[in-house]
Protein backbone atom coordinates (compact mmCIF):
# COMPACT_ATOMS: atom_id res chain seq x y z
CA UNK A 1 0.00 0.00 0.00
CA UNK A 2 0.72 3.83 -0.46
CA UNK A 3 1.65 6.29 2.26
CA UNK A 4 1.02 9.75 1.72
CA UNK A 5 2.41 12.94 3.15
CA UNK A 6 1.79 16.22 2.94
CA UNK A 7 3.56 19.41 3.93
CA UNK A 8 2.84 22.94 3.49
CA UNK A 9 4.91 26.04 3.40
CA UNK A 10 4.58 29.48 3.79
CA UNK A 11 5.49 31.89 1.26
CA UNK A 12 8.07 33.22 3.92
CA UNK A 13 9.60 29.80 4.92
CA UNK A 14 9.86 29.16 0.81
CA UNK A 15 11.65 32.58 0.40
CA UNK A 16 14.14 31.98 3.01
CA UNK A 17 14.48 28.73 1.72
CA UNK A 18 15.66 30.21 -1.74
CA UNK A 19 17.84 32.74 -0.09
CA UNK A 20 19.30 29.71 1.76
CA UNK A 21 19.61 27.77 -1.55
CA UNK A 22 22.27 30.52 -2.56
CA UNK A 23 24.68 28.90 -0.35
CA UNK A 24 24.65 26.06 -1.65
CA UNK A 25 24.43 27.30 -5.92
CA UNK A 26 27.66 28.96 -4.57
CA UNK A 27 29.50 25.85 -4.09
CA UNK A 28 27.57 23.99 -6.58
CA UNK A 29 29.19 26.59 -9.07
CA UNK A 30 32.88 26.61 -7.58
CA UNK A 31 32.99 22.98 -7.75
CA UNK A 32 31.38 22.67 -11.20
CA UNK A 33 33.87 25.81 -12.05
CA UNK A 34 37.03 23.10 -10.91
CA UNK A 35 35.45 20.32 -12.10
CA UNK A 36 35.48 21.20 -15.72
CA UNK A 37 38.86 22.67 -15.19
CA UNK A 38 40.50 19.72 -14.05
CA UNK A 39 38.69 17.26 -16.01
CA UNK A 40 40.17 18.93 -19.14
CA UNK A 41 43.88 18.97 -17.75
CA UNK A 42 43.06 15.47 -16.62
CA UNK A 43 42.15 14.37 -19.96
CA UNK A 44 45.02 16.26 -21.42
CA UNK A 45 47.55 14.29 -19.57
CA UNK A 46 45.93 11.27 -19.74
CA UNK A 47 45.57 10.85 -23.63
CA UNK A 48 49.58 12.18 -23.83
CA UNK A 49 50.20 9.25 -21.35
CA UNK A 50 48.41 6.71 -23.24
CA UNK A 51 50.35 8.05 -26.42
CA UNK A 52 53.52 8.06 -24.83
CA UNK A 53 52.93 4.33 -23.89
CA UNK A 54 51.79 3.28 -27.02
CA UNK A 55 54.96 5.05 -28.53
CA UNK A 56 57.41 3.53 -26.41
CA UNK A 57 55.63 -0.03 -26.28
CA UNK A 58 57.80 -3.33 -27.94
CA UNK A 59 55.51 -6.73 -28.60
CA UNK A 60 56.97 -9.72 -26.52
CA UNK A 61 56.56 -12.65 -28.60
CA UNK A 62 57.39 -15.42 -25.74
CA UNK A 63 56.59 -15.40 -22.18
CA UNK A 64 57.85 -18.35 -21.47
CA UNK A 65 60.95 -17.08 -20.64
CA UNK A 66 62.59 -14.43 -18.85
CA UNK A 67 64.33 -12.03 -21.48
CA UNK A 68 67.06 -9.49 -20.26
CA UNK A 69 66.59 -7.66 -23.55
CA UNK A 70 62.95 -6.65 -22.10
CA UNK A 71 63.79 -5.17 -18.84
CA UNK A 72 62.59 -1.55 -17.62
CA UNK A 73 60.18 -1.53 -21.40
CA UNK A 74 56.83 -0.97 -22.60
CA UNK A 75 55.60 -4.31 -23.23
CA UNK A 76 52.38 -5.97 -24.94
CA UNK A 77 52.58 -9.27 -24.77
CA UNK A 78 49.70 -12.15 -24.65
CA UNK A 79 50.10 -15.14 -22.60
CA UNK A 80 47.95 -17.64 -19.74
CA UNK A 81 47.29 -16.14 -16.49
CA UNK A 82 47.93 -19.52 -14.65
CA UNK A 83 47.70 -20.32 -10.47
CA UNK A 84 48.10 -23.07 -8.51
CA UNK A 85 46.87 -21.15 -5.24
CA UNK A 86 44.30 -22.68 -3.76
CA UNK A 87 41.32 -19.97 -2.04
CA UNK A 88 39.04 -21.24 0.68
CA UNK A 89 35.85 -19.18 1.82
CA UNK A 90 35.42 -19.78 5.38
CA UNK A 91 31.29 -19.00 5.75
CA UNK A 92 30.88 -22.64 2.98
CA UNK A 93 34.15 -24.66 3.28
CA UNK A 94 34.50 -24.03 -0.37
CA UNK A 95 37.79 -24.98 -1.66
CA UNK A 96 38.52 -23.98 -4.91
CA UNK A 97 42.14 -23.19 -7.44
CA UNK A 98 41.39 -19.94 -8.91
CA UNK A 99 42.92 -16.42 -10.06
CA UNK A 100 39.67 -14.69 -8.14
CA UNK A 101 36.77 -15.98 -5.73
CA UNK A 102 33.56 -13.61 -5.03
CA UNK A 103 31.18 -13.98 -2.15
CA UNK A 104 28.16 -11.90 -3.47
CA UNK A 105 25.39 -11.59 -0.26
CA UNK A 106 22.20 -10.15 -0.93
CA UNK A 107 18.98 -9.80 1.33
CA UNK A 108 15.49 -9.59 0.54
CA UNK A 109 13.99 -6.48 1.78
CA UNK A 110 11.09 -3.91 1.83
CA UNK A 111 12.69 -1.19 -0.12
CA UNK A 112 10.91 2.15 -0.23
CA UNK A 113 10.13 4.65 -3.07
CA UNK A 114 8.99 7.84 -3.01
CA UNK A 115 7.54 10.72 -5.91
CA UNK A 116 6.93 14.37 -4.73
CA UNK A 117 4.50 16.86 -6.19
CA UNK A 118 4.70 20.32 -5.58
CA UNK A 119 1.59 22.61 -6.13
CA UNK A 120 1.47 26.31 -5.74
CA UNK A 121 -0.78 28.51 -3.88
CA UNK A 122 -2.33 31.71 -3.82
CA UNK A 123 -0.50 33.69 -2.11
CA UNK A 124 2.93 32.34 -2.35
CA UNK A 125 2.29 28.97 -0.32
CA UNK A 126 3.15 25.61 -1.51
CA UNK A 127 1.73 21.89 -0.62
CA UNK A 128 3.68 19.59 -1.43
CA UNK A 129 2.74 15.94 -1.98
CA UNK A 130 4.59 12.46 -1.07
CA UNK A 131 3.37 9.38 -1.82
CA UNK A 132 5.46 6.59 -0.33
CA UNK A 133 5.45 2.84 -1.97
CA UNK A 134 6.69 -0.08 -0.86
CA UNK A 135 8.13 -3.20 -2.57
CA UNK A 136 10.06 -6.13 -1.78
CA UNK A 137 13.53 -6.93 -3.69
CA UNK A 138 16.59 -7.80 -3.65
CA UNK A 139 19.66 -5.74 -1.98
CA UNK A 140 23.30 -5.48 -1.94
CA UNK A 141 23.05 -4.69 1.34
CA UNK A 142 20.39 -4.16 4.06
CA UNK A 143 17.85 -1.42 3.87
CA UNK A 144 17.25 0.27 7.27
CA UNK A 145 13.74 0.50 7.63
CA UNK A 146 14.22 2.09 10.74
CA UNK A 147 13.53 5.06 8.56
CA UNK A 148 10.26 4.55 6.43
CA UNK A 149 7.88 6.80 6.78
CA UNK A 150 5.67 3.78 6.76
CA UNK A 151 6.92 1.72 10.03
CA UNK A 152 4.17 -1.06 8.78
CA UNK A 153 7.00 -2.44 6.08
CA UNK A 154 9.72 -3.80 8.44
CA UNK A 155 12.98 -5.59 7.93
CA UNK A 156 13.71 -8.43 9.76
CA UNK A 157 17.68 -8.59 9.76
CA UNK A 158 19.53 -11.42 11.98
CA UNK A 159 22.73 -11.50 13.63
CA UNK A 160 23.36 -13.11 9.84
CA UNK A 161 23.47 -9.60 8.70
CA UNK A 162 26.88 -8.59 9.67
CA UNK A 163 28.34 -12.18 10.22
CA UNK A 164 28.15 -12.52 6.38
CA UNK A 165 29.28 -10.21 4.51
CA UNK A 166 30.33 -10.01 0.44
CA UNK A 167 34.07 -9.99 -0.59
CA UNK A 168 36.74 -10.79 -3.28
CA UNK A 169 39.35 -13.14 -2.62
CA UNK A 170 42.39 -13.31 -4.70
CA UNK A 171 45.54 -15.22 -5.45
CA UNK A 172 48.62 -14.01 -4.47
CA UNK A 173 50.48 -16.39 -7.20
CA UNK A 174 49.84 -15.95 -10.82
CA UNK A 175 51.98 -17.07 -13.33
CA UNK A 176 52.28 -15.31 -16.46
CA UNK A 177 54.77 -17.82 -18.74
CA UNK A 178 57.68 -17.66 -16.95
CA UNK A 179 56.59 -14.52 -15.11
CA UNK A 180 54.30 -13.59 -11.87
CA UNK A 181 51.94 -10.86 -12.35
CA UNK A 182 51.47 -8.14 -9.62
CA UNK A 183 48.33 -7.40 -7.56
CA UNK A 184 46.87 -4.48 -9.85
CA UNK A 185 46.85 -6.73 -12.71
CA UNK A 186 45.60 -9.74 -11.01
CA UNK A 187 42.18 -7.73 -10.16
CA UNK A 188 41.63 -6.82 -13.42
CA UNK A 189 40.97 -10.05 -14.42
CA UNK A 190 37.61 -10.83 -15.69
CA UNK A 191 35.54 -13.51 -16.64
CA UNK A 192 34.06 -14.95 -13.52
CA UNK A 193 32.39 -18.20 -13.79
CA UNK A 194 29.80 -20.31 -11.27
CA UNK A 195 31.41 -22.09 -8.27
CA UNK A 196 30.89 -25.66 -7.97
CA UNK A 197 29.64 -25.70 -4.28
CA UNK A 198 29.70 -29.70 -4.06
CA UNK A 199 28.29 -29.55 -0.44
CA UNK A 200 26.96 -32.75 1.06
CA UNK A 201 23.80 -33.42 2.41
CA UNK A 202 25.54 -33.44 5.90
CA UNK A 203 27.35 -30.42 4.72
CA UNK A 204 23.95 -28.68 4.62
CA UNK A 205 22.92 -30.07 7.65
CA UNK A 206 26.05 -28.87 9.31
CA UNK A 207 25.64 -25.31 8.29
CA UNK A 208 21.83 -25.39 9.41
CA UNK A 209 22.71 -26.48 12.61
CA UNK A 210 25.84 -23.71 13.01
CA UNK A 211 23.70 -20.65 11.57
CA UNK A 212 20.20 -21.26 12.96
CA UNK A 213 20.64 -23.94 16.37
CA UNK A 214 16.84 -23.11 17.35
CA UNK A 215 15.37 -24.49 14.16
CA UNK A 216 14.94 -28.45 15.48
CA UNK A 217 14.36 -29.97 12.10
CA UNK A 218 13.71 -27.56 9.48
CA UNK A 219 16.26 -26.87 7.06
CA UNK A 220 17.19 -22.70 6.16
CA UNK A 221 19.68 -23.83 4.25
CA UNK A 222 19.05 -24.33 0.45
CA UNK A 223 21.72 -25.26 -2.55
CA UNK A 224 20.64 -23.42 -5.67
CA UNK A 225 22.31 -23.90 -9.43
CA UNK A 226 25.29 -25.58 -7.38
CA UNK A 227 26.51 -21.74 -6.72
CA UNK A 228 23.94 -20.48 -4.45
CA UNK A 229 23.48 -21.21 -0.72
CA UNK A 230 19.95 -19.92 0.55
CA UNK A 231 19.06 -19.14 3.70
CA UNK A 232 15.19 -19.16 4.03
CA UNK A 233 12.62 -21.43 4.20
CA UNK A 234 12.01 -21.38 0.71
CA UNK A 235 14.04 -20.18 -2.28
CA UNK A 236 10.70 -20.24 -4.75
CA UNK A 237 8.92 -17.99 -2.23
CA UNK A 238 11.48 -15.75 -0.30
CA UNK A 239 10.35 -13.80 2.93
CA UNK A 240 11.66 -10.18 4.45
CA UNK A 241 14.70 -11.29 6.17
CA UNK A 242 15.78 -13.83 3.88
CA UNK A 243 19.77 -14.24 2.30
CA UNK A 244 21.05 -15.84 -0.75
CA UNK A 245 25.19 -15.60 -1.00
CA UNK A 246 26.17 -16.39 -4.72
CA UNK A 247 30.09 -17.70 -5.00
CA UNK A 248 31.68 -17.33 -8.84
CA UNK A 249 35.12 -17.30 -9.42
CA UNK A 250 37.73 -16.56 -11.97
CA UNK A 251 39.49 -19.47 -13.64
CA UNK A 252 42.72 -19.45 -15.17
CA UNK A 253 43.04 -18.09 -18.79
CA UNK A 254 44.61 -16.37 -21.40
CA UNK A 255 44.92 -12.45 -21.10
CA UNK A 256 46.85 -9.42 -23.27
CA UNK A 257 48.77 -6.86 -20.90
CA UNK A 258 50.02 -3.45 -21.92
CA UNK A 259 52.56 -2.62 -19.01
CA UNK A 260 56.19 -2.02 -17.92
CA UNK A 261 58.75 -5.34 -17.48
CA UNK A 262 60.96 -4.62 -14.04
CA UNK A 263 62.85 -8.25 -13.15
CA UNK A 264 60.17 -11.13 -13.78
CA UNK A 265 57.19 -9.27 -12.65
CA UNK A 266 55.27 -6.16 -14.66
CA UNK A 267 54.78 -2.41 -13.22
CA UNK A 268 52.57 0.41 -14.31
CA UNK A 269 54.06 2.49 -17.15
CA UNK A 270 54.94 5.70 -15.80
CA UNK A 271 54.96 8.80 -18.52
CA UNK A 272 57.21 12.15 -18.61
CA UNK A 273 53.85 13.88 -17.19
CA UNK A 274 53.35 11.62 -14.28
CA UNK A 275 50.86 10.02 -15.04
CA UNK A 276 50.78 6.00 -15.20
CA UNK A 277 49.64 3.68 -17.39
CA UNK A 278 48.53 0.04 -18.01
CA UNK A 279 46.15 -1.87 -19.30
CA UNK A 280 44.85 -5.90 -19.09
CA UNK A 281 42.16 -7.20 -21.67
CA UNK A 282 40.51 -10.68 -21.70
CA UNK A 283 41.73 -13.29 -24.39
CA UNK A 284 44.32 -12.14 -27.45
CA UNK A 285 43.82 -8.72 -28.35
CA UNK A 286 46.35 -6.39 -30.35
CA UNK A 287 48.37 -3.64 -29.06
CA UNK A 288 46.63 -1.05 -31.52
CA UNK A 289 43.02 -2.39 -30.10
CA UNK A 290 44.02 -2.33 -26.90
CA UNK A 291 45.50 1.00 -27.00
CA UNK A 292 42.57 1.97 -28.73
CA UNK A 293 40.61 0.97 -26.39
CA UNK A 294 42.36 3.44 -23.77
CA UNK A 295 41.61 5.84 -25.99
CA UNK A 296 38.33 5.65 -26.09
CA UNK A 297 37.71 5.04 -22.22
CA UNK A 298 39.04 8.36 -21.49
CA UNK A 299 37.02 9.99 -23.80
CA UNK A 300 34.02 8.58 -22.67
CA UNK A 301 35.15 9.62 -19.22
CA UNK A 302 35.92 13.01 -20.46
CA UNK A 303 32.63 13.52 -21.81
CA UNK A 304 30.42 12.05 -18.74
CA UNK A 305 32.56 14.57 -16.31
CA UNK A 306 31.68 17.87 -18.84
CA UNK A 307 28.21 16.28 -18.77
CA UNK A 308 28.18 16.20 -14.88
CA UNK A 309 30.28 19.47 -14.24
CA UNK A 310 27.97 21.46 -16.99
CA UNK A 311 24.83 20.25 -14.87
CA UNK A 312 26.24 21.67 -11.58
CA UNK A 313 26.68 24.91 -12.89
CA UNK A 314 22.84 24.73 -13.94
CA UNK A 315 21.51 24.13 -11.08
CA UNK A 316 23.88 26.59 -9.18
CA UNK A 317 22.70 29.47 -11.30
CA UNK A 318 18.94 28.33 -11.25
CA UNK A 319 19.14 28.30 -7.25
CA UNK A 320 20.50 32.11 -7.49
CA UNK A 321 17.45 32.89 -9.88
CA UNK A 322 15.06 30.62 -7.53
CA UNK A 323 13.85 33.59 -4.97
CA UNK A 324 12.78 35.57 -8.18
CA UNK A 325 10.26 32.63 -9.30
CA UNK A 326 9.12 32.22 -5.82
CA UNK A 327 8.51 36.26 -5.04
CA UNK A 328 6.37 35.78 -8.20
CA UNK A 329 4.47 33.23 -7.13
CA UNK A 330 2.44 34.73 -5.52
CA UNK A 331 0.13 34.25 -8.17
CA UNK A 332 1.15 30.61 -9.07
CA UNK A 333 0.49 31.00 -12.61
CA UNK A 334 3.06 34.05 -13.15
CA UNK A 335 5.51 31.79 -10.48
CA UNK A 336 5.56 29.26 -13.21
CA UNK A 337 6.16 31.08 -16.25
CA UNK A 338 8.77 33.27 -14.16
CA UNK A 339 10.36 29.74 -12.85
CA UNK A 340 10.42 28.44 -16.42
CA UNK A 341 12.40 31.97 -17.73
CA UNK A 342 14.66 32.01 -15.03
CA UNK A 343 15.75 27.96 -15.53
CA UNK A 344 16.16 28.58 -19.18
CA UNK A 345 18.59 31.65 -18.32
CA UNK A 346 20.26 29.36 -15.93
CA UNK A 347 20.89 27.28 -18.79
CA UNK A 348 22.25 29.78 -21.43
CA UNK A 349 24.64 31.56 -18.95
CA UNK A 350 25.44 28.05 -17.52
CA UNK A 351 26.34 26.59 -20.83
CA UNK A 352 28.28 30.22 -21.73
CA UNK A 353 30.20 29.92 -18.36
CA UNK A 354 31.13 26.22 -18.76
CA UNK A 355 32.29 26.65 -22.39
CA UNK A 356 33.92 29.47 -21.34
CA UNK A 357 36.02 27.57 -18.59
CA UNK A 358 36.42 24.45 -21.06
CA UNK A 359 37.82 27.19 -23.14
CA UNK A 360 40.47 28.52 -21.03
CA UNK A 361 41.50 25.72 -19.99
CA UNK A 362 41.81 24.34 -23.87
CA UNK A 363 44.17 28.01 -24.14
CA UNK A 364 46.33 26.02 -21.05
CA UNK A 365 45.89 22.60 -22.19
CA UNK A 366 45.30 22.35 -25.99
CA UNK A 367 45.95 25.73 -27.43
CA UNK A 368 45.11 25.25 -31.08
CA UNK A 369 41.21 24.15 -29.72
CA UNK A 370 40.61 26.73 -27.20
CA UNK A 371 40.26 29.77 -30.02
CA UNK A 372 37.42 27.80 -31.54
CA UNK A 373 35.35 26.87 -28.46
CA UNK A 374 35.49 31.01 -27.16
CA UNK A 375 34.21 31.51 -30.31
CA UNK A 376 31.29 29.59 -29.69
CA UNK A 377 30.77 31.20 -26.16
CA UNK A 378 30.70 34.41 -27.79
CA UNK A 379 28.16 33.03 -29.63
CA UNK A 380 25.83 32.05 -27.08
CA UNK A 381 26.47 35.55 -25.33
CA UNK A 382 25.23 37.46 -28.17
CA UNK A 383 21.80 34.86 -28.44
CA UNK A 384 21.50 35.77 -24.89
CA UNK A 385 22.13 39.60 -25.50
CA UNK A 386 20.02 40.05 -28.73
CA UNK A 387 16.70 37.81 -27.19
CA UNK A 388 16.90 39.97 -24.16
CA UNK A 389 17.14 43.19 -26.16
CA UNK A 390 14.11 41.58 -28.18
CA UNK A 391 12.58 40.80 -25.04
CA UNK A 392 12.95 44.46 -24.12
CA UNK A 393 11.38 46.04 -26.96
CA UNK A 394 8.40 44.14 -26.77
CA UNK A 395 7.71 44.92 -22.85
CA UNK A 396 8.30 48.50 -24.36
Known amino acids: MAYTERTNKSFGSRIASAFGALVVGLVLFVGGTWLLYWNEGRSVATAEAIGEAQRATVEMPDVTKIDPQFEGKMIHATGPADTQDTLRDAFSGLNTTAISLKRQVEFYQWVEQSKSETRKKVGGGSETITTYTYRQAWRNSPEDSSVFKDRDY ?117 ASNNNTFSKVSMGTVGADNMFGEAYASNTMMTWGIRGGGILLIIISLALFMSPLSVLASIIPLFGSIVGAGTFFVAFLIGLAWSLLIIAIAWLRFRPLLGGGLLAGVIVLLLLFHFRRRRKMAQMA
Open 154 to 270: ANKNTVLTTAVQSETMYAKNVSFGAYMLPQFVIERISGAVPSELSLTEDDVADLNGRLFPDADEQSYVHIENNNVIYLGLSPSSPQIGDMRVTYTEVKPTTISILAQVTGNTFEQFR
